[in-house]
């Protein structure tokens, strides 16, 4: 199992739709967890931390099942502009600091 | 700087030859990641420089491949007799706080 699975899509949504992607991760005691968005030939740039309590970010909630060893990124009222691709975060518990990243899952919205 | 600068921008180098990437991380921050990204691929880890720690290695996929730290400031990532497989963008981030890419280096091997 990889460390960090996600879903390559594309979710193809039209304007104004909602989209849900999860992300699971095989590292129980991984103890950080981000979303990053890259655009288009473009770096990775930060979207969101993920809580455990869960956390929101205007039409964007991020959501943490430590239980079922998922995170998910929820998109409200998607836009044009959120077309992209959403990547999964994760760093382990116990020294290593160092990011694992989701091969990413690919959004399309369209008009 | 205010962001994480990488050079040069795109590289096209004739397999065999040696290359030689620059990362300028922003100042301050004393972790440094090297990330390699294929055409359609994830981020894979490369290596990790921690302050004045001894780096992890781990991700560098052969000893073609290694990275210099001088400090908590530039770091230089050199691949030897490069393949055809090396061509990728390979990424630079710093951080504490929240970990900021450079906008990568487009390395193409022909």
């Known amino acids: 199992r990889k460390e960090v699975e996600q879903d390559p899509g594309p979710f193809n949504v039209p304007e104004g739709a909602t989209v849900a992607f999860n992300c699971t991760y095989s590292?129980?005691?991984?103890?950080?967890f981000f979303w990053y968005r890259q655009d288009c030939r473009k770096e990775p740039k930060l979207l969101m931390s993920?809580?455990?309590s869960g956390n929101e970010d205007g039409r964007f909630t991020a959501q943490l099942n430590r239980a079922s060893q998922y995170i998910s990124l929820l998109i409200r009222d998607s836009k044009l502009s959120d077309s992209a691709t959403y990547l999964c975060?994760?760093?382990?518990?116990?020294?290593?600091?160092?990011?694992?990243f989701g091969r990413g899952t690919s959004l399309i919205v369209h008009p | 700087g205010a962001g994480v600068s990488q050079s040069p921008s795109n590289k096209v180098t004739e397999k065999g030859k040696d290359v030689e990437l620059r990362c300028d991380p922003i100042?301050?921050?004393?972790?440094l990641y090297w990330y390699r990204q294929r055409l359609g691929q994830g981020l894979e880890f490369l290596i990790y420089?921690?302050?004045?720690?001894?780096?992890?290695k781990s991700g560098l996929p052969s000893d073609r491949f290694s990275a210099e730290r001088t400090g908590e400031s530039v770091s230089t990532l050199t691949i030897q007799r490069t393949q055809q497989e090396d061509s990728a963008v390979y990424l630079c981030?710093?951080?504490?706080?929240?970990?900021?890419f450079g906008s990568g280096t487009r390395l193409t091997v022909v």
């Open positions: 993920v809580y455990s």
């Open positions: 981030a710093s951080s504490p706080g929240r970990r900021t």
């Open positions: 590292n129980s005691a991984s103890q950080s």
């Open positions: 975060v994760v760093i382990p518990s116990g020294g290593s600091y160092i990011p694992t």
């Open positions: 420089f921690q302050g004045n720690s001894a780096p992890d």
């Open positions: 100042s301050g921050h004393t972790a």
